[in-house]
């Protein structure tokens, strides 16, 4: 099956500057991305998502990258304000999993403690 | 934006009663909704996959009969814990989407703790 693996799993940046998290997976078949912010007591949040089709994709100061041959992507957030301080997932959906009905295929990295330091 | 919407949003009981937490699609019809549950600091676990009008698909490991689910309309899927026990205490979050093409969106998750 999938695995997905996230680093780094805490990530202490100062105010304003900008923090990268990364991800990787193993499924070639896997075509969908997502990326999740969770704050302290709270579902899971979707910040941003790519799919296979494209490189990159921006939302104000988020963006995501996603490198096919290498089978990795990456969160970028930047001017970093406190905020944004919360767990962020990456997950990715193997359209082959998807498609054989039962789970839906959304394999979550371990998570990344964004910490914003004032 | 599509909007899910999870009660209670924690409860407490005690060991060997049952709780059911609910999970309804609050602008959208989902025919499948999905239940994780998340231990602290760790990342989420999918459950079971609740299907409309059909039975959930369980993942390995997560005994069907200790975690009831129904999905008995379009927008409502429920996860009833039965005979709870303290091991069972953990945040429980379901997530739907409109359709297979569009993101996925989790509720705000149920503590439950068992005494």
């Known amino acids: 099956g999938e695995n997905v693996e996230q680093h780094p799993s805490t990530l202490s940046v100062q105010e304003g500057d900008s923090a990268v998290i990364k991800c990787t997976y193993s499924d070639s078949a896997s075509n969908y991305f997502p990326w999740y912010k969770q704050e302290l007591g709270k579902g899971p949040q979707l910040i941003i998502d790519i799919r296979s089709n494209v490189g990159e994709k921006k939302d104000q100061r988020i963006a995501v990258t996603l490198n096919k041959t290498a089978k990795h992507f990456s969160l970028h957030i930047t001017e970093t304000q406190p905020e944004d301080s919360a767990v962020y997932f990456c997950?990715?959906?193997?359209?082959?999993?998807?498609?054989?009905?039962?789970?839906?295929?959304?394999?979550f990295g371990k998570g990344t403690h964004l910490i914003i330091q004032p | 934006g599509a909007v899910v919407s999870q009660h209670p949003s924690w409860v407490i009981c005690k060991s060997g009663t049952s709780v059911k937490i609910e999970c309804r699609s609050l602008d959208f019809q989902a025919t499948t909704m999905f239940w994780y549950r998340q231990f602290p600091k760790q990342s989420l676990m999918l459950m079971a996959t609740s299907n409309e009008g059909s039975k959930a698909t369980y993942e390995q490991g997560v005994e069907k009969d200790k975690f009831l689910i129904n999905h008995a309309s379009l927008t409502l899927s429920t996860l009833t814990v039965t005979s709870a026990h303290p091991e069972d205490s953990s945040f429980y979050i379901c997530s739907a989407n409109e359709d297979r093409n569009s993101p996925l969106h989790f509720g705000n998750g149920t503590r439950l703790t068992v005494t």
């Open positions: 997950a990715a959906i193997s359209n082959r999993k998807y498609s054989g009905g039962g789970a839906d295929g959304l394999t």
